[in-house]
């Protein structure tokens, strides 16, 4: 098992997208599934050494360099037969993009990915307490992009992740978390209530995730839709800095 880990840590280590999601499964951190070539595309050339993973988030990722039947089979099996599961496929391969293009039941659309510059001279302030993600108040967290969206269970991101709440009274009205973790870098994942945006809840747990993430000597990481002007520039008020701009696709 040791042995098949550093195997499939060291294929998730040569995604170029994002790769915090698919370390994190390859090194335990968090739920998700390895497929192989063998697994997907029985008319496929093992040698190619294409590797699937699928983060419990519903975001899957490709190392290695795989053959058509490969992306048939993740076609067939992800986008036709399973609608009922999440699969958001995040690639900056050609090929990949051109496989997929046109395809039935598919869309295709661009996701931005960050690296961190340096964080702001003093922490931003906000008028409501912010404390951190704990056994007493994860319950109390709801919304969509939430520690349960990327996390089997609370006791797993309790144990391997972490993050930060503000609470008006004893509501939670924003948080940002551990969306994915490995060994060296952190994903942030966040979210505010509609009743209280504006009033600098993301940028102020946006940094707080930042030092807490630097402070465990790990870097900081983050990614969106590019369409999401919000998180662009929550993004940019937390030390970020544009790298790229990836392919999703995406079911219709």
């Keep these: 098992m040791m042995l098949e880990r550093t195997i499939f840590a060291g294929l998730a280590g040569k995604c170029s997208a994002n790769r915090a999601y698919p370390m994190s499964i390859a090194e335990g951190f968090q739920?998700?599934?390895?497929?192989?070539?063998?697994?997907?595309?029985?008319?496929?050339?093992?040698?190619?050494?294409?590797v699937l993973f699928h983060h419990y988030a519903g975001?899957?990722?490709?190392?290695?360099?795989?053959?058509?039947?490969?992306?048939?089979?993740?076609?067939?099996?992800?986008?036709?037969?399973?609608?009922?599961?999440?699969?958001?496929?995040?690639?900056?391969?050609?090929?990949?993009?051109?496989?997929?293009?046109?395809?039935?039941?598919?869309?295709?659309?661009?996701?931005?990915?960050?690296?961190?510059?340096?964080?702001?001279?003093?922490?931003?302030e906000c008028k409501y307490r912010t404390e951190r993600i704990s056994e007493e108040n994860y319950d109390k967290i709801s919304?969509?992009?939430?520690?349960?969206?990327?996390?089997?269970?609370?006791?797993?991101?309790?144990?391997?992740?972490?993050g930060f709440v503000a609470m008006d009274g004893e509501k939670v009205i924003a948080v940002a978390f551990s969306a994915a973790v490995?060994?060296?870098?952190?994903?942030?994942?966040?979210?505010?209530?509609?009743?209280?945006?504006?009033?600098?809840?993301?940028?102020?747990?946006a940094d707080k995730m930042c030092r807490?993430?630097?402070?465990?000597?790990?870097?900081?990481?983050?990614?969106?839709?590019?369409?999401n002007k919000g998180s662009k520039y929550t993004a940019e008020s937390a030390g970020f800095v544009q790298e790229r701009v990836n392919t999703i696709i995406l079911r219709k």
């Design 182 to 205: 490995s060994s060296d870098e952190v994903d942030i994942g966040i979210e505010t209530d509609e009743s209280y945006r504006h009033q600098g809840l993301a940028k102020t747990l």
């Design 143 to 162: 919304g969509k992009i939430v520690p349960g969206f990327s996390w089997k269970d609370k006791e797993q991101f309790l144990k391997n992740g972490f």
């Design 59 to 124: 975001f899957a990722y490709i190392s290695g360099n795989p053959d058509e039947g490969f992306l048939n089979k993740i076609y067939q099996k992800f986008y036709l037969k399973e609608p009922e599961r999440r699969f958001v496929l995040v690639t900056d391969d050609p090929k990949v993009e051109e496989f997929f293009a046109g395809k039935e039941g598919v869309r295709l659309e661009k996701r931005a990915e960050y690296r961190f510059g340096k964080l702001p001279n003093a922490a931003p």
């Design 212 to 227: 807490e993430i630097i402070l465990q000597g790990k870097k900081p990481v983050w990614a969106h839709s590019v369409s």
């Design 31 to 50: 739920d998700g599934e390895i497929f192989t070539i063998k697994d997907l595309a029985a008319d496929g050339d093992e040698s190619e050494k294409a």
